[in-house]
């Protein structure tokens, strides 16, 4: 395996990493935004669907859904980005080792 393809796999395990650190705080922050208006009163408290804030989305996600509840959507995501990182990694460090090839003691100039 050359060192391109390292370095892009090492890119794609940190998109993955991002995502399912990342996804749970989406999902939340994307039910309190997509709520019809702020929580008033104690009944909503147990309201599935009103959240008072982010640690409060988490809490009813997981009390309502479980704690898969707050990965909704990451599959795709997560296949996007490692893809995405992949390529990206792939061709930066297989451009910068041509760019050192050609210029072995650093950029002209």
């Known amino acids: 395996m050359d060192a391109a393809s390292i370095d892009a796999a090492a890119g794609a395990v940190g998109g993955f990493v991002s995502n399912l650190v990342m996804t749970p705080v989406t999902v939340a922050t994307s039910r309190i935004q997509s709520q019809d208006g702020p929580a008033s009163t104690e009944k909503e408290d147990d309201d599935p669907n009103v959240h008072k804030n982010l640690v409060d989305a988490v809490r009813k996600i997981v009390k309502y859904q479980g704690i898969l509840g707050l990965f909704a959507g990451m599959l795709p ?33």
């Open 77 to 109: 995501a997560a296949v996007k980005q490692m893809i995405t990182s992949y390529i990206f990694y792939y061709w930066y460090s297989a451009m910068r080792r041509w760019v050192e090839r050609l210029h072995p003691g650093g950029p002209p100039g």
